[in-house]
């Protein structure tokens, strides 16, 4: 019965920390929610283009910062260095990793807009390069996420956490593929399943997978080294 009790207890307190650092990721993100939601939404074509300029311009001020400490919080939890509650450790986080993360969100952000409106020109052209431009998106998704899982893990200058992000991406097929299936997987859920998915534990999940994943490929390559 204790047993019983204790993983229960186990169970309902991960739950709440998915929960909590979820519904603060999207507090923290209410202006590109707001937007975002807008363009999903949107009918004209001129709507589409002003909702989504707007959340563009927003991204990097709002959404990176805001993913940032997010990652950083679950790195918390998996490396098992928990201290402070967890609205305090997420503010400290977005607090600290502000500026770094704003400048990586420019880039990426850049990048995104550039993929996008080219596959958006060329898709009804050219069935072989929007093949191409797609698989170029799924790998700026990996990288993107592991930029986020590598801010959180080092303190590094920004140009050298930019040239790490990119050669574990492309140096480890394996992670990779972790990040890709595991982030799709629950974004399909989220879409296609009950919309508390979405509101409690997408962005964290996704962020706990990704990390978990980084995280195992930290230690293998620290073992060689020993």
């Known amino acids: 019965m204790n047993n019983f009790m204790g993983g229960l207890y186990t169970v309902s307190e991960w739950v709440m920390r998915f929960a909590v650092i979820n519904v603060l990721w999207l507090l923290f993100n209410l202006p590109v929610v707001f937007f975002t939601g807008n363009l999903l939404l949107a009918e004209g074509q001129a709507e589409r283009?002003?909702?989504?300029?707007?959340?563009?311009?927003?991204?990097?001020?709002?959404?990176?910062?805001?993913?940032?400490?997010?990652?950083?919080?679950?790195?918390?939890?998996?490396?098992?260095?928990e201290g402070t509650s967890l609205f305090l450790s997420y503010v400290n986080y977005y607090k600290q990793n502000y500026r770094k993360s704003l400048l990586g969100g420019f880039l990426f952000t850049g990048l995104w807009v550039i993929l996008i409106v080219d596959f958006l020109f060329i898709k009804d052209t050219s069935m072989i390069l929007a093949f191409v431009?797609?698989?170029?998106?799924?790998i700026l998704y990996v990288?993107?996420?592991?930029?986020?899982?590598?801010?959180?893990?080092?303190?590094?200058?920004?140009?050298v956490l930019l040239k790490n992000t990119f050669l574990?991406?492309?140096?480890?097929?394996?992670?990779?593929?972790a990040v890709?299936?595991?982030?799709?997987?629950?974004?399909?859920?989220?879409?296609?399943?009950?919309?508390?998915?979405?509101?409690?534990?997408?962005?964290?999940?996704?962020?706990?997978?990704?990390?978990?994943?980084?995280?195992?490929?930290?230690?293998?390559?620290?073992?060689r080294k020993i």
């Open 168 to 177: 574990i991406t492309l140096g480890s097929p394996v992670l990779l593929l």
């Open 133 to 138: 431009f797609i698989i170029f998106g799924l």
């Open 143 to 159: 990288l993107t996420i592991n930029f986020f899982s590598m801010n959180a893990h080092y303190d590094m200058k920004l140009r």
């Open 49 to 81: 283009i002003l909702y989504a300029t707007i959340t563009v311009v927003l991204a990097p001020f709002v959404l990176f910062p805001a993913t940032a400490a997010m990652f950083a919080s679950v790195r918390d939890w998996i490396i098992e260095n």
């Open 180 to 223: 890709l299936l595991s982030g799709f997987v629950l974004l399909y859920a989220s879409i296609k399943g009950p919309l508390f998915l979405l509101l409690f534990f997408s962005g964290s999940l996704i962020a706990f997978l990704a990390f978990s994943a980084f995280y195992r490929f930290y230690l293998k390559v620290t073992a």
